[in-house]
């Protein structure tokens, strides 16, 4: 006899088929397989102590404060211990129950409805501007075209092209001069058929370059000001092109002066929110959500962010997360952009863990070689 202790990050789905479990048990099994803790804020005490012991009543926990059962005060935190099987039961038994807890189960289930997607797709960089933080991204006419192709056969999906720099401080671009950086890239991606080979996506928040872009072929518009604007909300209408929305507090201009949240899971959670409702009612289909690292946040921001990226997968929709070589790793591990890859793949690798798409990187061969060995570690079974 012997015995072997396996990770807990195993897909265990893969070793129940190699076990010849039955597809029923596959379910059952695979459901009491992962552990999902839940942070739930402000609960009255009430409903905290009726989940307490609706928890305890199926094998699972709620870690509450001391004083919770006497009611020492009105609202409490507390945290969810559970299994998705448990999950599954508490999302019906809480609908029953007073004090917020109908609240509670609704969301539970929107838990349970979130996947983590089965593919990551890798976003290349290419920057039209003299004054990008990563120079070895900066790339002017024609030139972009080697980078793009070199990108294409290095295993990205999509490549992200903008004229302006969006780092903290950057200057103010006048659009006539931002469309005049990007036009010579738009042109020879389509004289080159490159959009045959390769989705592309415009990094701007000017419909006078979003309009030029998408009528030059591009099918997805990154706007780091997460549809402010209503123009760029008509054009992705209009063109049935994905809008990526991206958080950022404040501008480039000053969003690194002291940012500061009182919840920021939370606050980007509604913005979210918001913005979601505002594209629908402009009629665009598809939306990528991007949480903005480094855009008005602090190191400590940046890493909860990307440590708890799951929970946005509830809203439905597709996670973009872009670390790559941002001086946030300078803080952890003191470095210049040209030598940040290593705390960029570590970033990127946690965020696809947890939920994440799309990578939007400025090193695609590295990201692919890492994705796959991830993807093989994933994979592999103890019966080889």
Same mark, same amino acid.
């Given at each position: ?63 509450? @404060? ?7 005060? @009105? ?92 780092? @903290? ?141 799951? $929970? ?49 990187? $400025? ?22």
């Amino acid at each position: 006899m012997q015995l072997l202790k396996l990770s807990n990050s195993i897909d265990i789905k893969k070793y129940l088929i190699d076990l010849s479990v039955d597809s029923g048990g596959i379910q059952i099994l695979s459901s009491k397989a992962k552990t999902h803790i839940i942070y739930i804020k402000d609960l009255h005490v009430g409903g905290a102590n009726i989940l307490k012991q609706d928890a305890l009543s199926i094998g699972a926990d709620l870690a509450v @404060p001391r004083g919770t059962v006497v009611a020492k005060t @009105p609202f409490v935190d507390c945290m969810l211990i559970v299994t998705t099987k448990q999950l599954q039961t508490l999302s019906r038994k809480e609908l029953a129950q007073p004090f917020g807890l109908k609240d509670v189960a609704k969301k539970l289930k929107d838990i349970l409805m979130a996947k983590k997607p089965s593919n990551v797709q890798i976003m290349g960089v290419i920057n039209a501007n003299s004054n990008s933080f990563f120079s070895d991204s900066r790339f002017m006419g024609n030139r972009a075209v080697d980078t793009i192709e070199k990108m294409i056969e290095d295993g990205a999906d999509i490549i992200d092209i903008g004229g302006v720099s969006s780092a @903290p401080n950057s200057p103010l671009v006048d659009k006539d001069e931002e469309l005049r950086r990007v036009k010579p890239i738009l042109d020879a991606i389509k004289q080159n058929g490159l959009y045959e080979k390769v989705k592309f996506s415009i990094d701007s928040y000017e419909p006078l370059v979003v309009s030029y872009a998408l009528e030059s072929g591009f099918r997805i518009v990154n706007d780091i000001t997460g549809l402010a604007n209503d123009e760029i909300c008509k054009l992705c209408a209009s063109y049935d092109a994905t809008a990526v929305i991206m958080h950022m507090q404040n501008s480039p201009q000053n969003m690194q002066e002291n940012p500061k949240y009182e919840d920021i899971i939370s606050e980007i959670y509604s913005f979210f929110q918001s913005k979601l409702e505002k594209a629908d009612a402009f009629g665009i289909k598809d939306t990528l959500l991007d949480v903005g690292i480094g855009f008005g946040k602090t190191l400590e921001h940046n890493l909860v962010l990307v440590k708890h990226l799951e $929970h946005y997968l509830t809203l439905q929709k597709p996670l973009l997360v872009g670390a790559s070589r941002k001086s946030m790793i300078d803080k952890i591990s003191s470095s210049l952009p040209q030598d940040r890859l290593g705390g960029t793949l570590a970033l990127h690798l946690e965020a696809m863990k947890n939920g994440a798409s799309i990578l939007r990187v $400025h090193d695609v061969k590295e990201h692919t070689q890492a994705l796959s060995v991830q993807k093989a570690l994933d994979n592999i079974s103890i019966k080889g």
